[in-house]
């Protein structure tokens, strides 16, 4: 499965760290063990759908947990029947300098 998730927390983080709440759901991507690539934009995740629900509500909540105020979280999900989609890679390598 693949997975875009974009979150916008109010306010999206602190006067000394701008992106503090931002940051501490890239955190969560990081720490779970799945591949994943950071854009300006947003984020993409690829693994098991078990592990990929799991992690999107857990990225969503690290927000609220870290301190902001509320979030939005825009989510794509991609999958496949056969689980033999595309990864992030081959979508995306062939426009890599």
């Known amino acids: 499965m693949l997975a875009e ?5 109010r306010p999206s983080g602190t006067p000394d760290a701008k992106y ?3 940051d501490a759901a890239i955190a969560v991507i990081q720490a779970s063990g799945l591949t994943y690539e950071v854009g300006a934009m947003g984020t993409f995740v690829q693994g098991n759908p078990d592990e ?3 992690l999107l509500r857990a990225v969503h909540e690290a927000t609220i947990e870290a301190g902001a105020d509320g979030v939005q979280s825009n989510i794509k999900v991609s999958e496949t029947a056969d689980s033999g989609g595309p990864s992030i890679s081959e979508l ?4 890599r300098a």
Request: hydrophobic residues 60%.
């Open 20 to 22: 503090a709440y931002v």
């Open 52 to 54: 990929v629900w799991a």
């Open 5 to 9: 998730i974009q979150v916008s927390p």
């Open 92 to 95: 995306i390598s062939k426009f």
